[in-house]
């Protein structure tokens, strides 16, 4: 069973337009054949909203995922700042409250339980170490629309860096997930052929036109969920959002 592959509705609030979404995507079926949910919000550092996934949005989620099927749901991230840890991001943006009053796991992917994986075609990352649940679960992306200073627009396929392990990425002290950042574009596109979204809720209620730990809101806000099973389809679109042209954005391109 597949949802479809893009849909965007106007942004109202979390719990009318996120199931709003969903339903439009027809996402119920695809859901309800999930044994494990992994819900994987864009948590880079502990700033709140818009540079960060609002955690009453991955509550409407979690509400809609119950309300179609028996999976266990999980919330998983690795932040990238040097100085936090993802548990401290986790209690400073009200997703450790929410998982204990919704009895859903929280999963810091900085420490997971790692697997190799290998693609040779890969000319930068041959191999990875990767989390073990990212190969065990339906990954539902929840980025943050946001201009990006290295990959012009960080949307659902950037988000699934926060799977990347520091004790492995991590380079010179700075960003958790820094060995990504020499080659930004064709990082992302090749962590994409390891992992990558089974399904996306972009928020763009609010979006961030310059810079993706601050700076400018969008002006007017962009007032949009965007998602389905495209995540290339959804960027783009995300890219749109912003003003800024796919074609010239190379791992969207």
């Known amino acids: 069973m597949t949802a479809s592959d893009f849909a965007r509705v106007p942004f109202t609030s979390f ?9 439009a995507l027809d996402a119920g079926p695809l859901l309800a054949a999930q044994k494990q949910i992994l819900i994987k919000p864009n ?17 409407a989620l979690a509400a809609y995922i119950r309300r179609h099927s028996k999976a266990r749901i999980v919330i998983a991230e690795g932040c990238g700042a040097a100085d936090l840890d993802t548990d401290e991001v986790f209690a400073r943006l009200g997703f450790t409250e929410l998982a204990a009053r919704l009895g859903i796991e929280l999963v810091d992917l900085n420490r997971a339980p790692l697997v190799e994986v290998a693609r040779p075609g890969c000319r930068h990352f041959p191999t990875m170490h990767l989390p073990a649940i990212a190969f065990e679960s339906f990954i539902l992306s929840v ?7 290295l990959a012009d627009v960080t949307g659902t396929l950037k988000n699934m860096m926060g799977f990347v392990p520091p004790a492995h990425y991590q380079q010179g002290g700075h960003w958790k997930k820094s060995a990504f950042h020499r080659h930004m574009h064709a990082s992302i596109t090749e962590l994409n052929r390891y992992v990558t979204p089974a399904l996306t809720v972009l928020d763009g209620s609010v979006g ?3 810079y993706h730990l ?8 962009a007032r949009v969920l965007l998602g389905g099973t495209d995540a290339l389809a959804i960027d783009r679109a995300a890219a749109d959002l912003l003003g800024l042209d796919w074609r010239r954005i190379p791992h969207l391109a």
Not at 15 to 23: G, I, K, Q, R
Not at 143 to 149: F, G, R
């Open 15 to 23: 719990a009318e337009s996120v199931p709003a979404l969903l339903d």
């Open 43 to 59: 948590l880079v550092n502990a700033s709140p909203p818009p540079v960060t996934t609002p955690a009453a949005c991955c509550e």
């Open 143 to 149: 980025p943050v629309l946001k201009a990006h200073s």
């Open 208 to 210: 961030l036109a310059e």
């Open 214 to 221: 601050g700076g400018a809101a969008c002006d007017p806000p």
